[in-house]
């Protein structure tokens, strides 16, 4: 059986990012760096088999994914253990935690990709609204309020890349925001700490935070960024203590320990997984090659994958830098623990999945759909343009040209082409054969 191929770029940055994380581990808490690294060494080899797995099973698989994930919210609240009666992990043998609310995100996505896959966008949205709902409850009632609204906005990004229309996703969101505010009442009068937090947050916009105040680490946070200047000062440098830096704050620690340079690479990083994850969903929605329902579903996986990492990276800066409150929420691949990094690492599995698809197509078969009703000798001069052409096609189209033919008289088939208009010209031969040519819309089935 041959592997598919990763994306080799998209896998670099994955590799960057957890080197940095570890990075910034070493130089706050040396003694979790053989913990971190055997999950860092279990979230490569998950991206490596997920990436291998096609994403229809992935997308069929999504209605039971969040069952399980339904079923592990629920045991959270009985079995959960946290700080000040939030109950938000599951403990594990050998000092091992779970947190349920993270596989949500990644079970949320493959269930709306199902769905969509399966009944487009024409479909009534009970079953989408359901699920919502009660993924946001339960992870409400946890409680983690952050995590709760994350969630929500995701499967709202998921549905609007699905190409739901807007009027129906503007519903569901005022909606949404008529039961938000007695939940939002509930929760700050049964917690007070989410009541504490926006209050902090008030008190640290206007400067008039004090040292005693539970918002005051932001202001540490962007202490310890300024004091890291252009270049860093290395790991071995003594830098103000704040709390949860190895995991919600650790862009304080690689600020302080890479300087500005640190800081722009993982800007410079996430930005091009949102770059590869965007560009690969639209490619594999337009791959003509694959069935209507495979390449939505897959393109749908992508998407949403790439909105739930790089929108936890944006939310996570947003908080360092005290442009939003504390949200508790970790930086993709980079902040110490493990459930965050199973499920980032499942998105890039499933994003290396859908690049395979449109990046390696098979040959013998898109041969076989251009030579029907053409004879080879016909075909010599599209070979022999086409060739001379390639380097100008950058579309999984170009594949089609090396193995066989490009065919001047169908033009609907390689409109994506660069090299479509040098092909007409060079290869503008009429195909002389006895048999008949099959229309593109047929021959492409």
């Not at 691949?333 to 698809?357: F, K, Y």
Request: charge should be positive; proline fraction near 4%; hydrophobic fraction near 50%.
């Amino acid at each position: 059986m041959k592997l598919k191929p990763l994306h080799l770029p998209l896998f670099v940055l994955q590799l960057a990012l957890l080197a940095l994380g570890l990075l910034c581990l070493v130089t706050v808490n040396p003694d979790g760096l053989v913990k971190q690294l055997v999950m860092v060494v279990g979230a490569v080899a998950l991206t490596l088999f997920v990436s291998q797995v096609r994403t229809r099973v992935s997308v069929e698989l999504g209605g039971v994914a969040w069952a399980v994930c339904a079923v592990m919210l629920v045991a959270v609240l009985i079995l959960g253990s946290g700080k000040s009666g939030v109950d938000r992990w599951i403990n594990l043998p050998g000092g091992y935690q779970l947190q349920p609310s993270e596989f949500t995100k990644i079970a949320l996505i493959a269930y709306l990709a199902s769905f969509f896959a399966r009944k487009g966008t024409g479909y009534k949205l009970w079953g989408p609204i359901m699920v919502i709902a009660v993924s946001t409850g339960l992870i409400l009632v946890a409680p983690s309020t952050s995590a709760a609204v994350f969630v929500f906005l995701l499967a709202m990004g998921v549905i609007f890349m699905s190409g739901v229309p807007m009027g129906r996703i503007l519903a569901i969101a005022l909606a949404a925001g008529l039961v938000a505010y007695p939940a939002w009442m509930w929760q700050s009068t049964r917690y007070g700490y989410v009541a504490d937090k926006i209050a902090n947050f008030r008190l640290e916009q206007n400067g008039t935070i004090d040292e005693t105040a539970a918002g005051y680490q932001t202001r540490v946070a962007k202490t310890v960024i300024e004091r890291g200047g252009l270049w860093g000062r290395g790991p071995d440098e003594r830098k103000l203590t704040v709390p949860a830096q190895s995991s919600d704050f650790v862009v304080s620690t690689l600020a302080h320990t890479t300087g500005l340079l640190g800081i722009t690479i993982i800007f410079a990083i996430y930005a091009g997984i949102l770059y590869i994850g965007l560009s690969t969903a639209a490619r594999v929605s337009s791959a003509t090659h694959l069935e209507m329902s495979e390449r939505h579903g897959a393109a749908i996986l992508t998407s949403g994958a790439t909105l739930m990492i790089v929108g936890q990276a944006v939310i996570n800066f947003g908080v360092v830098i005290g442009r939003l409150p504390n949200t508790g929420m970790a930086l993709p691949l980079m902040s110490e623990g493990g459930s965050s990094l199973i499920a980032c690492a499942v998105a890039l599995g499933w994003m290396h999945a859908a690049n395979a698809m449109v990046s390696r197509v098979s040959a013998r078969k898109v041969a076989r759909q251009l030579r029907s009703g053409t004879s080879s000798s016909a075909l010599r001069p599209a070979r022999a343009a086409c060739r001379r052409a390639l380097p100008k096609c950058r579309t999984w189209g170009a594949w089609a040209f090396r193995t066989s033919a490009c065919r001047p008289t169908e033009p609907q088939r390689f409109q994506s082409c660069r090299a479509r208009a040098a092909c007409s010209r060079r290869a503008a031969r009429p195909v002389t054969s006895s048999r008949r040519l099959r229309s593109p819309r047929n021959s492409w089935r």
